[in-house]
C-alpha cells in the first residue's frame, strides 16, 4: 500500500508540474491597447464650394473627381474647350507645329464685324490674312474669339453643323452624360453641361502640352488683331495655369481653372469648376470662387512620417505587457480637404509566449489610399505561469 501510495502521489505531483507548465496556454487572448491617437493625424477641412451655382474639382494623379449641385446649365465660352478638342481629334499638334492654314475671305470678315457688334468675344481679322491652326486655338483658348472658332470648325469638318455633331459625339464618347452641344461658341444657351463634366473635359485637354503652353499665356499676338489679353482670371498668377472662362446672362459667370501642385515631387494639376457665379462681370466672381476652391483642396495638404520603430501600442496580459512597434518606414500624403487620414492596428491575439521580432498584425494607414505596414514586438513576452501567479 505504501508502494501504491508513494507511486499514486508521484504521478500526481508530475501531471501537477506539467499542468503548470502548460498552464499559460489556458490563459485568455493577448491584450492591445493602442497609442494611435499620439501619431499625430489631423481631422479633415471643409471644402470651399460656392454658394451659388454649381461647381466641381478633378484631380487626375489622384483620382478625385467631387461635385456641388452638379447641374446641367448653360456653359457660355467653356463651349471651346470642346472645340479645340475636337479640332486636334482632327487635325493632331505637336509643339512648335502650325498646323494646316486658311486664308481670311470675305465671309470670315463679315461674321467677325457682325459679333463683335452684339459684344460677343471675337478678334479682328482681315481678307486675305493667313491664320494657321496653332494661331486659331490661341485666339480661342486665350481670348475667347468666337470668330475664330467658326475658323476651326471649316478647317477642321468643313463647317459649323458637321462640326457640332462631332462634337456632340465626342461628349457621347467620353460618357460626359450631362453635356449638348448646339454651336461651337457657346452664345446659345443650347450649350450646355455639368460642373463635373467640364472638368473631366478640361484633364482631357490639358494632356495637350500645346493646349497646356497656349492657355499659360496673358495674351496671344496675332497677325491682324495684334496682341489680346486672357480672359481666364488669375492665369500666370498663383500657380494658375488656365483653362477657359465664359460668361452669359444665362451661364453666369463661368470658369474652368488648372492650379498646379507638387505631389511626391511631381508636378500635378488640379482643376476647379465653377458655373453660375454672379455679380459684378461675372467673370471676376466665377474666378475667385475658383481660386477659393482650389485652394482650399491644395492647401489643405499633409504629410506624416511613420518610422520604423515606431511604438502604436502594448500588448501582453495584465501587467506583463510589451511595446508594439512598426518594422518599416511609412510616408503618409493626403488632403484634409477631401479625406481625413486614419489608422488602425489588427493584432492577432495570442495565448501562449510572443517571441522578439515576431509578427503579431499590421498597421494601416488610410489617406485617400490604404498603406500597411507590420507590426512586431521588441522583446519576448510570456503569460504568468500558475505557478508565478499563486505565489
Known sequence: MTRLFSMTL?????ASMIFMMQAPLLHQPSTFVSALSRLGFLGSTPIAWPTLGSAAVVIPALGV???????????????????????????????GETGPCLNVNSADVAYY????????????????????????????????????????????????????????????ALD??????????????????????????????????????IVDQPSVTLPVAGTLGSFTPY?????????????????GGCDVMA????????????????????????????????LALEHSVVNSHESLAIPAGTVVGTLGWDNQRVNVITTNYLQLS??????????????????????SGQVVGWLSVDGGSTLRVPLTVARRIAPLTLMQRVR
Open 10 to 14: 508521484g504521478a500526481t505531483m508530475a
Open 65 to 95: 473627381e467631387r461635385s456641388h449641385h452638379d447641374a446641367v446649365v448653360p456653359i457660355a465660352s467653356l463651349t471651346k474647350m470642346m472645340t479645340a478638342y475636337v479640332t486636334l481629334q482632327k487635325l493632331p499638334l505637336v509643339a
Open 113 to 172: 464685324k457682325s459679333i463683335a457688334a452684339d459684344g460677343e468675344s471675337s478678334a479682328a481679322v482681315a481678307v486675305g490674312e493667313t491664320l494657321c491652326e496653332n494661331q486659331l486655338l490661341a485666339g480661342l483658348l486665350v481670348h475667347s474669339a468666337g470668330n475664330f472658332a467658326t475658323m476651326l470648325a471649316n478647317l477642321a469638318w468643313g463647317g459649323t453643323n458637321t462640326f457640332v455633331a462631332h462634337m456632340n459625339a465626342e461628349a457621347n
Open 176 to 213: 460626359l452624360k450631362g453635356t449638348h452641344y448646339v454651336d461651337v461658341s457657346g452664345v446659345d444657351t443650347g450649350s450646355v453641361s455639368t460642373a463635373l463634366d467640364q472638368g473631366e473635359l478640361a484633364a482631357l485637354l490639358m494632356q495637350s502640352d500645346v493646349v497646356r503652353a
Open 235 to 251: 492665369a500666370g498668377v498663383d500657380n494658375v495655369v488656365g483653362v477657359k472662362s465664359g460668361r452669359t446672362d444665362a451661364a
Open 259 to 290: 492650379m498646379t501642385f507638387t505631389l511626391n515631387g511631381q508636378t500635378q494639376l488640379a482643376f476647379a469648376v465653377v458655373l453660375g457665379a454672379r455679380g459684378g462681370n461675372l467673370l471676376g466672381p466665377a474666378g475667385d470662387e475658383a
Open 334 to 355: 493626403w488632403f484634409t480637404a477631401l479625406s481625413s487620414a486614419n489608422a488602425r492596428a489588427s493584432i492577432f491575439p495570442e495565448n501562449g509566449p510572443v517571441k
